[in-house]
Structures are given as structure tokens and as C-alpha cells.
């Protein structure tokens, strides 16, 4: 049942943002307009427009709702996923979802003073070279078959220039 809805919703949801589902919608509209002297514009005519679009958007909401929730559900086991995959970045954020708007607040707050930090000091224009651990793994394992000590030193990178 829960594929069956899945699968339903995100079809539904792609059509319905689509060109041709407008059109339809549009051609439904006008249909239904220029039959409004054929039954003197009363009351039976406005129900049907009325209720026709009440269903639908009550349905809609929930279909595309349901989607949106799949997809952002995605998109943060994506990003926490790279949190833990960047050696350098800060696994504090994985999860940050489920914080609350005060605490989301603060953690943003946070990050914006270090990004005034970064831009003010001295390294500014130049990126340093991340590695992912898979990648360091890979270092540690060829420095280990040659007997060397892995070095944990990031080399500056010069960013592009700014517009």
C-alpha cells in the first residue's frame, strides 16, 4: 500500500507540474465558462466548478505534500551523508532538522559570524584542498605500505576570482 502511494504521488506530483496539466486545467476553465449561458449562469452550474476544484486541491495538497516530505527526507540522509564523508567538515550539523526553531536560529547564527570571520581574515580568496576520508583512507594506506607517517596538513587553493 505504501509503494502503491508513493509511487501515485510522485507520478501525480511531476505531471501536475507540467505544461499540459495547465493547459488541461486552463481548457476544464473555459469549458466550463462558455457553458455558463447554455444553464443561465445558476446556481447547479457555479457547484460544479466549485466543488470540481475543492476536490482536487484537497487532494493535491496531500499528494505534493507527500512528495516534498520524500524528497527533503532525501536530501538531509544526502547531506549527512557528506558531513560524515569531508574529513574537515563539522559533523555537528548531521541531524540539525529535528533542532527547534530557537535552536536553528542559534546554529545559524553561529555559522553566519564564522563566514564574517572567513571573509574578514587573512586567507580570504584562497579555498583549502578538502579530502573526503575515503580518500585519506587511500593516503593512509599507500604512506603505511611505504612506512611514512600520514601528514594532516590542508594545502591552500586559490579560489576563482570574484565578479
Same mark, same amino acid.
Given at each position: 500500500? +505504501?509503494? !502503491?502511494?508513493? +509511487? ?20 476544464? =476553465?473555459?469549458?466550463? %465558462? ?7 449562469? *445558476? ?28 524528497? *527533503?527526507? %532525501?536530501? +538531509?540522509?544526502? !547531506? ?6 569531508? @574529513? ?10 529535528? !533542532? ?7 546554529? !545559524? ?5 564564522? %563566514?564574517? @570571520? ?14 573526503? @576520508? ?6 593512509? =594506506? ?19 576570482? @570574484?565578479?
Amino acid at each position: 500500500m +505504501h509503494r !502503491l502511494f508513493t +509511487h501515485l504521488s510522485t507520478a501525480v506530483a511531476r505531471w501536475a507540474g507540467r505544461p499540459l496539466a495547465f493547459v488541461l486545467c486552463l481548457t476544464i =476553465i473555459a469549458v466550463w %465558462a462558455l457553458t455558463g449561458p447554455i444553464f443561465d449562469f *445558476n446556481d447547479t452550474w457555479q457547484l460544479v466548478i466549485n466543488t470540481g476544484t475543492t476536490i482536487v486541491t484537497f487532494l493535491m495538497v496531500f499528494l505534493i505534500q507527500n512528495t516534498q516530505n520524500r524528497d *527533503n527526507a %532525501a536530501l +538531509h540522509a544526502k !547531506l549527512d551523508e557528506l558531513l560524515h564523508a569531508v @574529513r574537515a567538515a563539522d559533523e555537528r550539523f548531521v541531524g540539525i532538522e529535528h !533542532l527547534t526553531d530557537k535552536e536553528l536560529e542559534q546554529v !545559524l547564527e553561529e555559522v553566519e559570524a564564522r %563566514a564574517q @570571520r572567513l571573509h574578514r581574515g587573512p586567507l580570504f580568496g584562497k579555498l583549502p584542498e578538502v579530502q573526503t @576520508r575515503a580518500e585519506e583512507r587511500e593516503d593512509d =594506506i599507500k604512506s603505511e605500505a611505504k612506512g611514512e607517517r600520514r601528514r594532516t596538513q590542508t594545502k591552500p587553493k586559490k579560489a576563482p576570482a @570574484r565578479p
